[in-house]
C-alpha cells in the first residue's frame, strides 16, 4: 500500500468494553511504533516492535494494554476493560529500519479515535 | 527519559509574518526530527538534524540544531495559511514527542 493505515479510523466504546485496534504498516518495514495522543498534546509513545519481536512496552499505561505484531508485518492494539482516560487518538508509525538509526523517517497512519463513555 | 520542552505552546499570527518556534531537551541529542500534523491526521516528517551547528532550509522553513545538540529552533518566513498545524519535535533517542507548538496563520 502506498502508507500506513489504521482502522476502525473512529470507534466508541462503553466504559468496560474491549477494544482492538489495527494497524497496517508499509510492506517490508521493520519498526512498527504505537503511540497515544490526548487533545492537544504530542503523541506518547506505547510500544516498539522490531518485526514481530516486541522490543519496548514501557510506554503502555497499565496492564489493560496489550499489543502484538505475530507476523511482523500487521499490528494490533488492545485495550482491555476501557475506562475513559483511554479516550485519545491512537497512532501507528512504521520505519524501514530498526530503531535508533539516526536518520530514519516514521511514516504514521491517520490514527484511531477512541472515545470511552 | 529525556525531556523535550516546546515553546510557545500557542502560536497565531497573520499571513505574511515571520515566527520562530524551540525545542530544547535537558541533555545532548544524538538527531532530533521536526513534524507537522494537520487535524485527523498522523505527523508528517520535515528535517531530521543530527550535526551540532548544523542548519538546514526548505523553502520558507530553517532548522536550525543547537551547537550543543541540546536544543533546535524552526523558523518560517512569510508565513502562510497552509503552514497551519501542530509542530513536533522528537528526539530521535528514544522516540519521544514534545507537547508541540501548536501554530494558526490567519489570512
Known amino acids: 500500500g502506498a502508507g500506513v493505515s489504521q482502522s476502525p479510523r473512529y470507534k466508541v466504546a462503553k466504559r468496560g468494553q474491549d477494544v482492538a485496534l489495527r494497524c497496517d504498516p508499509i510492506?517490508?518495514?521493520?519498526?512498527l511504533f504505537w503511540y497515544q495522543q490526548a487533545l492537544g498534546q504530542g503523541p506518547e509513545f506505547l510500544t516498539y516492535?522490531?518485526?514481530?519481536?516486541?522490543?519496548?512496552k514501557s510506554g503502555l499505561p497499565s496492564d489493560r494494554f496489550f499489543a502484538e505484531r505475530p507476523e511482523g508485518s500487521v499490528s494490533t492494539l488492545k485495550i482491555q476493560r476501557t475506562q475513559q482516560e483511554d479516550s485519545a487518538v491512537y497512532l501507528c508509525?512504521?520505519?524501514?529500519?530498526?530503531?535508533?538509526?539516526?536518520?530514519?523517517?516514521?511514516?504514521f497512519g491517520p490514527g484511531t479515535r477512541l472515545t470511552v463513555l | 527519559t529525556q525531556l523535550l520542552e516546546q515553546s510557545p505552546q500557542f502560536l497565531s499570527i497573520q499571513e505574511g509574518e515571520n515566527l520562530t518556534v524551540y525545542c530544547n531537551s535537558s541533555s545532548v541529542f544524538s538527531s532530533l526530527q521536526w513534524y507537522r500534523q494537520e487535524p485527523g491526521e498522523g505527523p508528517v516528517l520535515l528535517v531530521t538534524v543530527v550535526t551540532g551547528g548544523e542548519v538546514k532550509k526548505l523553502k520558507r522553513l530553517t532548522f536550525q540544531f543547537g551547537d550543543a545538540r541540546k536544543d533546535s529552533s524552526l523558523h518560517i518566513t512569510a508565513a502562510q495559511p497552509g503552514d497551519t498545524g501542530l509542530y513536533l519535535c522528537e528526539n530521535n533517542n528514544d522516540m519521544r514527542f514534545g507537547a508541540g507548538t501548536r501554530l494558526t496563520v490567519k489570512p
Open positions: 510492506s517490508g518495514h521493520v519498526s
Open positions: 516492535f522490531q518485526n514481530e519481536a516486541q522490543l519496548d
Open positions: 508509525a512504521s520505519s524501514p529500519s530498526p530503531w535508533g538509526t539516526p536518520t530514519d523517517t516514521q511514516y
